[in-house]
T-cell receptor, first 113, second 112 residues
């Protein structure tokens, strides 16, 4: 897979602003997408998911948008807080009905006070 | 519920040594997974299991083995450790109906 090593894409936002993290996927057979948050030294934690029959799904302070035409997924975090600082991964299933997932390389979100 | 637990948290191995990374979940989940995460990178699937007695290879299975004798446990075995296996290893489980994976805290392995 793509390697970014220490050059993990980083998004810096001011506390209180909205954050938008993007993810491109290539597998047309994927029909289920998930966003995970990974804090330093911890395992990934589920944030929100969306199925391919939806364009948008909202949670508490988070919204996921899915554009199947261009194979693009985004995570919007409203009123970003210091506790949102983490690496965010998108994941997609390999195909409908399978339980194997493909993870993106991640984006580091830094919240500036 | 403790969720997904992994032991050990840290381990240093010499080249050629073997070890077993333990993973246990108490949520009665059918699906279990092993991933490795190299520094600054995403997760790569090593092996997975859809139920007791059933395992299958993921993207990077070479150098590893697994077994699933019970629903709760899914140990990962490294037979001949190599420096390329230096990584953080995450175990995850999933019920199946929700498709949400729950991850353990990880095992940081260094092979020197």
């Amino acid at each position: 897979g793509e390697s970014v090593g220490l050059h993990l894409p980083t998004l810096s936002v001011q506390e209180g602003d909205n954050s938008i993290i993007n993810c491109a996927y290539s597998n047309s057979a994927s029909d289920y997408f998930i966003w995970y948050k990974q804090e330093s030294g911890k395992g990934p934690q589920f944030i929100i998911d969306i199925r391919s029959n939806m364009d948008k799904r909202q949670g508490q302070r988070v919204t996921v948008l899915l554009n199947k035409t261009v194979k693009h997924l985004s995570l919007q975090i409203a009123a970003t807080q210091p506790g949102d600082s983490a690496v965010y991964f998108c994941a997609e299933n390999e195909a409908s009905g399978t339980y194997k997932y493909i993870f993106g390389t991640g984006t580091r979100l830094k919240v500036l006070a | 519920n403790a969720g997904v637990t992994q032991t050990p948290k840290f381990r240093i191995l010499k080249i050629g040594q073997s070890m077993t990374l333990q993973c246990t979940q108490d949520m009665n989940h059918n699906y279990m997974y092993w991933y490795r995460q190299d520094p600054g990178m995403g997760l790569k699937l090593i092996y997975y299991s859809v139920g007791a007695g059933i395992t299958d290879k993921g993207e990077v299975p070479n150098g590893y083995n697994v077994s699933r004798s019970t629903t709760e446990d899914f140990p990962l075995r490294l037979e001949l450790a190599a420096p390329s296996q230096t990584s953080v290893y995450f175990c995850a489980s999933m019920q199946g109906s929700t498709d949400t994976q729950y991850f353990g805290p990880g095992t940081r392995l260094t092979v020197l």
